[in-house]
């Protein structure tokens, strides 16, 4: 009797420790599965955000981050975008190639000093809302009011090649399970780059003609008198930027005296202030003609580029197309059409560029005004 006691005391006693057993691991599996629910992320503006893995929803808002999302995610995911994005996709491959957006639910107004309308996000229930901001309480306010994480976007300080894009796409196709897509964009835009490097990494200073980039689009359309130094185009072909060498290193409204002091051999017009250009050039012939460039026919119209933030695929672009004008030899067998529509295929999925010319003077040309 006391042997059977015993016995059905330790039964008991394993019976127990095997239930308290399972209780735990019962409780693991339930942590570890609500880990595998949510994923943290360091956004662009340094926060860490905690956003679901499984999210199937997404809007991008602020300038220029809908573009981004259009490089990396599914456009198929989107479920409202802003009114800015909708009134017009000239000058917008993003939107060009994927016209099917605007029919999406309005999610705010979007646009210079218009906040984001909470209410609306809220009204088409995004899982993870993507944001182009560099103010971070703006960002936390939004998160705050909507309950729904907001992750940062960020273009960087340059239009081409900023390592900020290629963090932020990697954060998009993280987030959206589109890594593989987002590490061949990024991939894409380092091969660019070195192609670029390499054609023109051996041609000495004094080879090089002094150039110069008016008409640049800055928060609306200006005239020749918009430019800029440490232009990132030039750089990524080595130019020798006309600006940078008057010791400006920033955005600027140039002095038209200062131009005709600088005196370039050549000038690239942005085909955003074309029109203002020719306005000017009617009523001033006389100071244009003062001007190398135009003496010698040595004006060109590249694409813009500058539209809600930079239009990646379009800078690229234009860098190609002002090698090829620069520096003929270095890209011989360059064909500037050609080579807008290879990358916004690659970043798009269409060919964009007649569409592109169509909108603006008929595209990439030397600028002939008599």
């Known amino acids: 009797m006391k042997l059977q006691s015993k016995l059905r005391r330790t039964v008991i006693f394993v019976l127990c420790l095997l239930l308290v057993a399972g209780v735990f691991a019962s409780c693991g ?47 198929d995911k989107l479920v409202g975008i802003e009114d800015m994005e909708k009134k017009n996709s000239e000058g917008r491959p993003y939107l060009m190639a994927n016209k099917k957006l ?121 005239g020749i008198e918009s430019t800029t130094g440490n232009f990132s185009l030039f750089n990524a072909i080595g130019a020798k ?13 140039l002095d038209k005296e200062k131009l005709l002091e600088m005196d370039p051999d050549m000038i690239f017009i942005d085909g955003g202030g074309m029109g203002l250009f020719k306005e000017d050039y009617g009523k001033n012939k006389a100071y244009y003609q003062e001007l190398k460039a135009f003496k010698e026919g040595n004006v060109y119209m590249h694409l813009p580029y500058n ?27 360059v064909d500037a059409k050609e080579k807008f529509n290879e990358i916004t295929k690659f970043l798009l999925g269409a060919e964009l560029y007649d569409d592109m010319a169509k909108a603006y003077f008929g595209g990439y040309h030397k600028v002939e005004l008599e």
């Not at 956004?43 to 981004?68: N, Q, Y």
């Not at 894409?188 to 000495?204: M, N, Q, V, Y």
């Open 29 to 75: 599996k339930k942590e570890e599965k609500a880990k595998e629910k949510n994923i943290t992320v360091t956004d662009m503006a340094g926060r860490e955000v905690t956003v679901p893995t499984d999210a199937k929803k997404f809007v991008a808002i602020g300038p220029g981050a809908l573009r981004l999302y259009c490089y990396v995610g599914d456009t």
């Open 102 to 222: 605007a029919e999406l639910p309005t999610v705010g107004a979007g646009g210079p000093g218009n906040a984001p309308d909470s209410e609306k996000l809220l009204s088409v229930k995004p899982d993870v809302i993507f944001m182009y901001n560099t103010e971070t309480s703006a960002i936390d306010g939004l998160q705050s009011k909507t309950g729904i994480p907001v992750v940062a976007l960020s273009y960087g300080k340059t239009e081409v090649f900023d390592p900020a894009v290629d963090r932020s796409l990697k954060l998009i196709g993280q987030i959206t399970g589109k890594e593989d897509r987002a590490k061949e964009v990024v991939d894409f835009f380092a091969k660019k780059k070195k192609d670029l490097e390499k054609r023109t990494k051996d041609i000495a200073d004094k080879d090089k003609p002094k150039v110069y980039m008016g008409g640049m689009g800055n928060r609306g359309a200006h």
């Open 241 to 253: 930027n006309a600006v940078d060498e008057a010791g400006i290193s920033d955005y600027i409204m």
């Open 307 to 333: 539209y809600y933030y930079t239009n990646i695929d379009v800078a690229l672009a234009d860098a190609y197309y002002m090698g090829s004008i620069i520096y003929p030899k270095a890209f011989d067998g």
